[in-house]
């Protein structure tokens, strides 16, 4: 069974740059939910993703956007990039509907440094 | 609004004893699950123990188990047997599932440093 995998490992942008970060979800889980994670803080929910839609979202501009493949892969974009955007961005998947409680399985995250 | 508070920043154990971690939450729903997670430096996040709060019974899993009081929305973790490998950062974070099953986040504490002393 594959785990989340996700790319790059890390990346370093300018302030107003675009950026995409790729995610692939564990093998048969239909969820991908995004999470930013500034430096000593806990992760905070951007939003998720359940059969290719946007469903749910949380406190985040709408420079913060994303997409889901049918294949279940996920791909997070931030445009305009501003220096708080700089943190470790966790992408995790599940599968609601497997009776596992909502277990999220977390990918190693992509550290994003905007300077 | 759904909150989690851990408010011990940084614990530290000697190797083979035991530490108590705590958490506190916050919400009006009835229905949640109750995770601890780990982050080790490697930054990947892992899944330790879950808890359904419809369940009295504490769960267990090998040398990790909680205390959860749901009355006082208390869930705190008890590593027994500490290891040097069990040094890493310890979130607490629940989920409320929606009715359609997907539209379901995690909200986590600020989480707590631990370190195991040899």
């Known amino acids: 069974e594959t785990g989340v995998t996700q790319s790059p490992t890390h990346l370093i942008k300018t302030r107003g740059q675009q950026v995409t970060l790729r995610c692939s979800s564990q093998?048969?889980?239909?969820?991908v939910s995004w999470y930013q994670q500034a430096l000593g803080q806990g992760p905070q929910f951007i939003f998720q993703y359940y059969r290719e839609e946007e469903n749910g979202r949380g406190n985040f501009p709408p420079r913060f956007s994303g997409l889901q493949f049918p294949n279940y892969s996920s791909e997070l974009n931030v445009n305009a990039l501003e220096l708080d955007d700089s943190a470790l961005y966790l992408c995790?998947?599940?599968?609601?509907?497997?009776?596992?409680?909502?277990?999220?399985?977390f990918g190693p995250g992509t550290r994003l440094t905007v300077t | 609004a759904q909150t989690v508070t851990q408010s011990q920043p940084e614990m530290s154990v000697q190797e083979a004893e035991t530490v108590t971690l705590s958490c506190t939450y916050d919400?009006?729903?009835?229905?949640?699950?109750l995770f601890w997670y780990k982050q080790p430096p490697s930054r990947q996040m892992i899944l330790v123990i879950r808890?359904?709060?419809?369940?009295?019974q504490n769960a267990t899993e090998n040398r990790f188990s909680v205390n959860f009081q749901k009355a006082a929305k208390s869930f705190s973790l008890k590593i027994s047997d500490s290891q040097l490998g069990d040094t890493a950062m310890y979130f607490c974070?629940?989920?409320?599932?929606?009715?359609?099953?997907?539209?379901?986040?995690?909200?986590f504490g600020k989480g707590i440093t631990l370190s195991v002393r040899p």
């Open positions: 974070a629940f989920i409320t599932p929606s009715s359609t099953g997907a539209n379901s986040k995690l909200t």
């Open positions: 093998s048969g889980h239909n969820t």
């Open positions: 919400t009006s729903e009835n229905n949640y699950y």
């Open positions: 808890q359904e709060a419809y369940k009295q």
């Open positions: 995790a998947s599940s599968r609601p509907t497997s009776g596992k409680t909502y277990e999220q399985y």
